[in-house]
């Protein structure tokens, strides 16, 4: 199970953590990824991890602002957002890799069986 938490309502330039609460599984096994989805838009890829917190990959739109970690002591893994843009506005998506110890870093939504209900991120400018 994944419970994505952390959202809320910023200013453009505004920062915000987001956290991933994984249950169920040995996380350390997983990669795990963030996805974001805009209103009347299709859900994108903005980051992603291999299962030991090592390889981290950003979207273009995001790199250099955000940052994805992974803590498997806590079983959570975090999304720091910084100098946020009105067009980051979206409701934010964890995701786990549905195979373990996978070597490449998924980008792909159909490839993603569980998500998170998902936390709303809204920069206002």
């Known amino acids: 199970q994944l419970q994505a938490s952390g959202g809320g309502l910023v200013q453009a330039g505004e920062s915000l953590r987001l956290s991933c609460a994984f249950s169920?599984?040995?996380?350390?096994?997983?990669?795990m990824a963030w996805f974001r989805q805009a209103p009347g838009q299709d859900r994108e890829f903005v980051a992603g991890i291999g299962r030991r917190g090592f390889n981290p990959q950003h979207a273009d739109s995001v790199k250099g602002r955000f940052t994805i970690s992974k803590d498997n002591a806590k079983n959570t893994g975090y999304l720091q957002m910084d100098s946020l843009k009105p067009e980051d506005t979206a409701v934010y998506y964890c995701a786990v890799d549905p195979k373990s110890l996978n070597v490449q870093i998924a980008r792909t939504v159909g490839y993603f069986i569980n998500w998170g209900q998902g936390t709303q991120v809204t920069v206002s400018s």
């Open positions: 169920g599984r040995a996380f350390s096994d997983y990669n």
